[in-house]
C-alpha cells in the first residue's frame, strides 16, 4: 500500500539556521516523484522542490534541498538559511507513474515549521 | 489567468444544503485534480479529470458528490445535502500531462475553498 510518513508534527528553527524536515514513503512502484509543498496560514498550496525516483543527483532549488535516500525510501527537504516567512505547513507527497492514467498525489499529514527571530 | 483560480474562497451552508465548487484551471492544462483537506491534515484525493473525461473518481467520499468539467476546462465540485463531515477546504490542482513535456511537472493548486456546514 502506497504511503507517506511525516514524523514531525511541528519543528522550531532559528532565524537563519538550516533545518530538515523529514519524509520517508512506501511504494512497490519502481517510477514515482516525490513533491515537497508548503501551505502557509493563509492556505494556499505552494510547489517547492520535485525529485524523480531516477535521478541520480539530489534536487536543488534555491535555499531548498531535497535529501533523497532511495534504499531507505527517504526523502527529506532540507530549507537552509531560514527566514521568519518560512513558517508554514510543509507537506511531502508522492505520485506514482504507474498507476494508469491518474497521477493523483499521496500526501503525508504535514510538518508545522516555526521559525523564531 | 495565470494560476488556477478556485471559487468562492469561503462558503457557509447550512445541513442539507447542496453547494458548487469552482475551479478554473490554468490555461491549456488537461489534467484537473480536486483534493479535500480536513483541519489539520493533507489533502486527500477525490476525483480526477483528463479534458472532459473523469477518469478517476475514487476518492469521492460519496453519491452525495459530483464533479463535472464539460468542456474540459472549467470544473465544479457540487455536494448535495451538506453534512458537518463536509466541512474541509476543497483544493483544485491542474498539470499539463499527459502531455509528456509535463512529465514530471508538479501540480499547480488553488487557493481551495474553505467549506463550513453549520
Known amino acids: 500500500a502506497q504511503k507517506i510518513t511525516q514524523t514531525q508534527p511541528g519543528m522550531f528553527v532559528q532565524e537563519k539556521e538550516a533545518v530538515t524536515l523529514d519524509c520517508t514513503y512506501d511504494?512497490?512502484?519502481?517510477?514515482?516523484?516525490l513533491f515537497w509543498y508548503k501551505q502557509p496560514s493563509s492556505g494556499e498550496m505552494i510547489f517547492l522542490i520535485y525529485q524523480g525516483s531516477y535521478d541520480q543527483q539530489n534536487a536543488t532549488e534555491g535555499r531548498y534541498s531535497l535529501n533523497f535516500q532511495k534504499a531507505r525510501k527517504s526523502a527529506n527537504l532540507v530549507i537552509s538559511a531560514s527566514q521568519l516567512g518560512d513558517s508554514a505547513m510543509y507537506f511531502c507527497a508522492m505520485r506514482e507513474d504507474n498507476a494508469g492514467n491518474n497521477r493523483k498525489l499521496i500526501w503525508g499529514l504535514g510538518t508545522s515549521l516555526a521559525v523564531n527571530p | 489567468g495565470a494560476g488556477v483560480s478556485q471559487s468562492p474562497r469561503y462558503k457557509v451552508a447550512k445541513r442539507g444544503q447542496d453547494v458548487a465548487l469552482r475551479c478554473d484551471p490554468i490555461s491549456g492544462h488537461v489534467s484537473l485534480f480536486w483534493y479535500q483537506q480536513a483541519l489539520g491534515q493533507g489533502p486527500e484525493f477525490l476525483t480526477y479529470?483528463?479534458?472532459?473525461?473523469?477518469?478517476?473518481k475514487s476518492g469521492l467520499p460519496s453519491d452525495r458528490f459530483f464533479a463535472e468539467r464539460p468542456e474540459g476546462s472549467v470544473s465544479t465540485l457540487k455536494i448535495q445535502r451538506t453534512q458537518q463531515e463536509d466541512s474541509a477546504v476543497y483544493l483544485c490542482?491542474?498539470?499539463?500531462?499527459?502531455?509528456?513535456?509535463?512529465?514530471?511537472?508538479?501540480?499547480?493548486f488553488g487557493d481551495g475553498t474553505r467549506l463550513s456546514i453549520l
Open positions: 479529470f483528463q479534458n472532459e473525461a473523469q477518469l478517476d
Open positions: 490542482a491542474s498539470s499539463g500531462y499527459p502531455d509528456p513535456e509535463y512529465s514530471n511537472q508538479p501540480q499547480h
Open positions: 511504494t512497490s512502484d519502481p517510477s514515482y516523484g
